[in-house]
């Protein structure tokens, strides 16, 4: 996650249905076009019992790998001794004769200490222990682990690994940043230790390095014991919650537990936090920052996590976890989500106070961070394949917390997610599929993550109406619950709530390059039976591979510039539709108001607009006399009241000539 300009704003982060339309002179064609109403399909839901046991922390008869971590972190050099013992769980079809591990931190950046993890030794967990060939990979960040003899699918392995992680001295999610002078010298350790790899039936091992592109993240859930040692006089907000904490004069030792399963844990460490709690509903939500940054961050921090809290619980699920930290650190984007530990970054905050960046993104911060535990943590994802997924589930979800809280959707949104995609186009030049992975599209993740891909959700929920869409995430989430998911997960549980296969929407939405590009092919009045027969088509139609549908507005204007008729209809690319009027029009339009999607070149356009009607058929004389133009039928008005009161006086005349 990225920001500070407009760019960086977007790659960091960067309600109502439509009435359906009936009668028949409007076209409907969606739904016709993929599916047959009267003739629905029946599809079955997966079984949601895991949230309703894992939402109570009943883990019972699951199996998770188990990772016991111990750290010490040297304050002097910005190092990290770790001890790592790895219990793990085969859950995959395949048997495996080694397993990858992810040493992210020498991908990081840094200014002239690289991060790094040096692999001491890996070793059995026997006694006596014996050494475990292994591989390091420096390149791929990665290492290999040879295994003793193959693991089979259902069988469990256990060994050792022994590492040294060094801080990278940049504004990465992981470093060793600030200065004691100032009181902002923070330690961050974040995914600095040996992570195993996921095995998927897409990629086999996801081995992908470290990117500067979006996430790199893609971790299974594991049960952690997580234990770290920090000089004592420090302050230190870490993934779980503290169990215990020891002594001895020197250096304190924090014992934390998530309790249940996470992907991953971190910690930050600092002598100068300052620490606020409040219990939110059986969680105690915390929130560490350095002392200059007291006027932004008390109180308020604490008050935009806890409502986040309590809106995404209400709206999708539970967050099971005892515990959720916001903390402080230093990078050069907004904020990054942890499982129970989000950070803000000191940057944004300095970015608010120049003015660089609007006041209300340190609200979006938090917010934004908070959501990524119900999308990416609670709910996981191959970051780099699918991260649109979660950056979009979680754009829209701080989008909806200001509709919530504020009563606009787009509150937070620093450039409105609407323009920014219908200019697209005109402004890049370039087409922009949101169904890809990463590294298809590097130069395009902050726009298509954070930008097209809630707006395309919200474009959702206007077609299908509020309920279904929050009813549809609500049961995605829990389909879900402590897996990976996929975009074909999230379209299957829409159409388990609305019981209609939804391809009409998802494929030309999620894999089209480019948006609609309406023109109008011809309007034709017939004068004979008022009707007015529309043909419209989209220009882009051949650039794309699937066909849009969309329910557009469309106005109708007479002579005089009265509103002959209002209506929606369904545009499916090229399209004819019939309406029926009361008299011979002047200008049809098409209203872009609303999440109407279609390529613009300017943000003042919000019609497209046609004068030229072809008219055809017989005008009857009552029809004619309709349609003069009013000064016209004015002239005669007076024309005729003077000749008759013209007739009238000669003939009086005459009447008294003859007396």
Same mark, same amino acid.
Not at 272 to 292: C, I, K, W
Not at 419 to 438: F, M
């Given at each position: 996650?990225?920001?500070?300009?407009?760019?960086?704003?977007?790659?960091?982060?960067?309600?109502?249905?439509?009435?359906?339309?009936?009668g028949?002179?409007?076209?409907?064609?969606?739904?016709?076009?993929? &599916?047959?109403?009267? %003739?629905?399909?029946?599809?079955?839901?997966?079984?949601?019992?895991?949230?309703?046991?894992?939402?109570?922390?009943?883990?019972?008869?699951?199996?998770?790998?188990?990772?016991?971590? *111990?750290?010490?972190?040297?304050?002097?050099?910005?190092?990290?001794?770790?001890?790592?013992?790895?219990?793990?769980?085969?859950?995959?079809?395949?048997?495996?004769?080694?397993?990858?591990?992810?040493?992210?931190?020498?991908?990081?950046?840094?200014?002239? /200490?690289?991060?790094?993890?040096?692999?001491?030794?890996?070793?059995?967990?026997?006694?006596?222990?014996?050494?475990?060939?292994?591989?390091?990979?420096? #390149?791929?960040?990665?290492?290999?682990? %040879?295994?003793?003899?193959?693991?089979? =699918?259902?069988? $469990?392995?256990?060994?050792?690994?022994e590492?040294?992680?060094?801080?990278?001295?940049?504004? +990465?999610?992981?470093?060793?940043?600030?200065?004691?002078?100032d009181?902002?010298?923070?330690?961050?350790?974040?995914?600095?230790?040996?992570?195993?790899?996921?095995?998927?039936?897409?990629?086999?091992?996801?081995?992908? =390095?470290y990117?500067?592109?979006?996430?790199?993240?893609y971790? +299974?859930?594991?049960?952690?014991?997580?234990?770290?040692?920090?000089?004592?006089?420090?302050?230190?907000?870490?993934?779980?919650?503290?169990?215990?904490?020891?002594?001895?004069? #020197?250096?304190?030792?924090?014992?934390?537990?998530?309790?249940?399963?996470?992907?991953?844990?971190?910690?930050?460490?600092?002598r100068?936090?300052?620490?606020?709690?409040?219990?939110?509903?059986?969680?105690?939500?915390?929130?560490?920052?350095?002392?200059?940054s007291?006027? #932004?961050?008390?109180?308020?921090?604490?008050?935009?996590?806890?409502?986040?809290?309590?809106?995404?619980?209400?709206?999708?699920?539970?967050?099971?976890?005892?515990?959720?930290?916001?903390?402080?650190?230093?990078?050069?984007?907004?904020?990054?989500?942890?499982?129970?530990?989000?950070?803000?970054? $000191?940057?944004?905050?300095?970015?608010?106070?120049?003015?660089?960046?609007?006041?209300?993104?340190?609200?979006?911060?938090?917010?934004?961070?908070?959501?990524?535990?119900w999308?990416?943590?609670?709910?996981?994802?191959?970051?780099?394949?699918?991260?649109? @997924?979660d950056?979009?589930?979680?754009?829209?979800?701080?989008?909806?917390?200001?509709?919530?809280?504020?009563?606009?959707?787009?509150?937070?949104?620093?450039?409105?997610?609407l323009?920014?995609? /219908?200019?697209?186009?005109?402004? *890049?030049?370039?087409?922009?599929?949101?169904?890809?992975?990463?590294y298809?599209?590097?130069? @395009?993740?902050?726009?298509?993550?954070?930008?097209?891909?809630?707006?395309?959700?919200?474009?959702?929920?206007?077609?299908?109406?509020?309920?279904?869409f929050? #009813?549809?995430?609500?049961?995605?989430?829990?389909q879900?619950?402590?897996?990976?998911?996929?975009?074909? +997960?999230?379209?299957?549980?829409?159409?388990?709530?609305?019981?209609?296969?939804?391809?009409?929407?998802?494929?030309p939405?999620?894999?089209? =390059?480019? &948006?609609?590009?309406?023109?109008?092919?011809?309007?034709?009045?017939? $004068?004979?039976?008022?009707?007015?027969?529309?043909?419209?088509?989209?220009?882009?139609?051949?650039?794309?591979?699937? *066909?849009?549908s969309?329910?557009?507005?469309?106005?109708?204007?007479?002579?005089?510039?009265?509103?002959? $008729?209002?209506?929606?209809?369904?545009?499916?690319? !090229?399209?004819?539709?019939?309406?029926?009027?009361? !008299?011979?029009?002047?200008?049809?339009?098409?209203?872009? +108001?609303?999440?109407?999607?279609?390529?613009?070149?300017?943000?003042?356009?919000?019609?497209?607009?046609?004068?030229?009607?072809?008219?055809?058929?017989?005008?009857?004389?009552?029809?004619?006399?309709?349609?003069?133009?009013?000064?016209?039928?004015?002239?005669?008005?007076?024309?005729?009241?003077?000749?008759?009161?013209?007739?009238?006086?000669?003939?009086? /005349?005459?009447?008294?000539?003859?007396a």
């Open positions: 996650m990225r920001g500070v300009s407009r760019l960086l704003i977007l790659a960091l982060l960067v309600s109502v249905s439509l009435a359906p339309i009936n028949d002179d409007v076209l409907l064609g969606s739904q016709d076009t993929y &599916l047959s109403p009267e %003739n629905p399909p029946i599809i079955d839901s997966m079984t949601i019992a895991d949230y309703d046991e894992f939402s109570v922390r009943n883990f019972t008869g699951a199996e998770f790998s188990h990772l016991n971590l *111990s750290v010490k972190l040297n304050e002097v050099e910005s190092t990290v001794e770790g001890n790592l013992t790895v219990d793990f769980y085969n859950d995959d079809p395949v048997p495996f004769s080694r397993i990858p591990f992810h040493l992210y931190p020498s991908g990081m950046m840094y200014d002239s /200490r690289q991060g790094n993890i040096t692999i001491l030794n890996v070793t059995t967990t026997s006694e006596p222990a014996q050494e475990m060939p292994y591989s390091v990979l420096w #390149e791929q960040q990665l290492m290999w682990v %040879n295994m003793t003899e193959a693991l089979q =699918p259902g069988e $469990r392995t256990e060994f050792h690994i590492f040294i992680t060094t801080l990278p001295d940049s504004l +990465d999610r992981a470093n060793a940043h600030g200065a004691n002078a009181h902002s010298r923070i330690y961050t350790f974040s995914s600095s230790y040996p992570i195993p790899c996921v095995y998927d039936k897409f990629d086999g091992w996801n081995t992908d =390095p990117v500067g592109f979006g996430d790199p993240f971790i +299974d859930m594991a049960l952690y014991e997580f234990y770290v040692s920090a000089p004592d006089g420090m302050t230190v907000a870490a993934t779980g919650k503290l169990m215990k904490s020891d002594s001895d004069g #020197e250096r304190t030792t924090y014992h934390f537990d998530p309790i249940l399963p996470v992907r991953e844990v971190t910690f930050s460490a600092s100068y936090y300052q620490v606020e709690s409040a219990n939110e509903n059986g969680v105690t939500v915390s929130s560490f920052y350095l002392p200059d007291q006027p #932004e961050w008390e109180d308020y921090v604490l008050e935009w996590a806890s409502l986040t809290l309590i809106l995404l619980n209400e709206t999708y699920g539970v967050y099971p976890y005892s515990t959720l930290n916001v903390v402080e650190q230093h990078g050069f984007y907004g904020g990054m989500e942890y499982p129970c530990q989000v950070y803000m970054t $000191r940057e944004a905050l300095e970015g608010v106070r120049a003015g660089s960046i609007y006041p209300e993104f340190l609200e979006l911060v938090v917010v934004h961070e908070v959501a990524h535990q999308w990416s943590q609670l709910v996981g994802d191959d970051c780099i394949d699918w991260g649109f @997924l950056e979009g589930l979680t754009c829209w979800s701080h989008s909806y917390y200001g509709e919530v809280y504020y009563s606009d959707w787009e509150y937070l949104q620093y450039h409105r997610y323009d920014t995609v /219908r200019l697209h186009h005109e402004e *890049s030049g370039t087409g922009s599929v949101i169904n890809q992975s990463n298809e599209r590097p130069n @395009l993740v902050g726009y298509i993550d954070y930008t097209k891909a809630p707006l395309i959700l919200e474009k959702l929920r206007v077609e299908i109406g509020h309920e279904k929050v #009813e549809s995430l609500s049961h995605f989430f829990k879900n619950y402590f897996e990976i998911a996929t975009l074909p +997960d999230l379209q299957e549980a829409f159409e388990f709530v609305c019981g209609e296969v939804l391809d009409w929407f998802f494929l939405w999620f894999d089209n =390059p480019f &948006l609609p590009d309406y023109s109008f092919v011809g309007v034709i009045y017939n $004068r004979t039976d008022d009707t007015l027969t529309v043909s419209i088509e989209d220009l882009n139609e051949d650039l794309n591979p699937y *066909s849009y969309q329910r557009v507005p469309v106005r109708v204007y007479g002579y005089y510039g009265e509103i002959l $008729r209002d209506e929606i209809v369904w545009i499916n690319s !090229t399209t004819t539709f019939v309406l029926s009027v009361s !008299t011979q029009p002047t200008k049809v339009s098409l209203l872009y +108001d609303g999440y109407i999607l279609v390529d613009l070149v300017s943000n003042d356009i919000d019609s497209l607009d046609t004068q030229s009607i072809q008219i055809v058929g017989i005008l009857s004389p009552t029809d004619l006399w309709r349609q003069l133009p009013i000064e016209i039928v004015a002239a005669i008005a007076v024309t005729g009241v003077v000749w008759v009161l013209v007739f009238y006086v000669l003939r009086k /005349r005459s009447l008294r000539g003859a």
